[in-house]
């Protein structure tokens, strides 16, 4: 099946910072998203990104598909951006969603 | 922005006994999942049902679970003889089509004794 691949796996950061997240994906996909898994365990959906860019106020997503990798990129991080990133693709004509093994952010004052 | 409902958000249960999650997907979803996340592990395909059939299933799907659409808005997932491994979030999703992104519901937190 599809591999993919997040990093770094860690990631502490003072409020204010930004960062870049990177998930490589093995095959072509149909479906890509990324998602914020907050302190409850909620999956919260953050883009919907088989291909190109988009911007969502501080946070803003690019996927080149060609090359098989997708960022996501956190600008002016809050505490509340804490948690756990995850990717997931779904592959070829596939529905079912594969996700990687997610970064966990952690941003202190 | 319409959401996927999960009941209940906590259950606690016996080994060996059943249990039931259920979930209200998006009315005008034709995909619906069930996923699970064993606690700080990645989030597990467990299987995706379509045309109230299942389309496609993962090696942890055993003949222990099952999945319903008893109605037209309910998906249940059953886990029939409950096992301490079982302890994990399970997250139910749909969407509109292949190739459409996903909406998943909040999860619920089973917790097999």
């Known amino acids: 099946g599809i591999q993919v691949e997040q990093s770094p796996p860690d990631l502490i950061l003072q409020e204010g910072a930004n960062s870049t997240l990177r998930c490589n994906f093995s095959?072509?996909?149909?479906?890509l998203q990324w998602f914020h898994q907050n302190p409850w365990g909620q999956l919260i959906n953050l883009f919907y990104?088989?291909?190109g860019t988009k911007q969502n106020g501080r946070l803003s997503a690019t996927t080149v598909a060609t090359e098989r990798y997708s960022l996501l990129y956190i600008s002016s991080s809050q505490t509340t951006d804490s948690g756990v990133y995850f990717c997931?693709?779904?592959?070829?004509?596939?529905?079912?969603?594969?996700f990687g093994t997610g970064t966990r952010l952690q941003v202190t004052l | 922005e319409p959401e996927v409902t999960q009941t209940p958000s906590h259950q606690v249960t016996q080994m060996g006994q059943e249990v039931i999650l259920r979930c209200v997907p998006i009315?005008?979803?034709?995909?619906f999942y069930w996923y699970r996340q064993i606690l700080g592990q990645k989030v597990e395909f467990l299987v995706s049902?379509?045309?109230?059939?299942?389309?496609?299933k993962s090696e942890i799907f055993d003949d222990q679970f099952s999945v319903e659409r008893p109605d037209g808005s309910n998906f249940t997932l059953k886990i029939r003889s409950t096992k301490l491994e079982d302890s994990a979030m399970y997250f139910c999703?749909?969407?509109?089509?292949?190739?459409?992104?996903?909406?998943f519901g909040s999860g619920t937190r089973l917790t097999v004794v």
């Open positions: 997931a693709v779904a592959a070829g004509t596939a529905s079912k969603l594969t």
């Open positions: 095959d072509s996909v149909n479906n």
């Open positions: 990104i088989p291909s």
């Open positions: 009315s005008n979803h034709l995909y």
């Open positions: 049902f379509y045309n109230n059939e299942i389309s496609e």
């Open positions: 999703a749909s969407n509109p089509d292949r190739g459409y992104g996903y909406t």
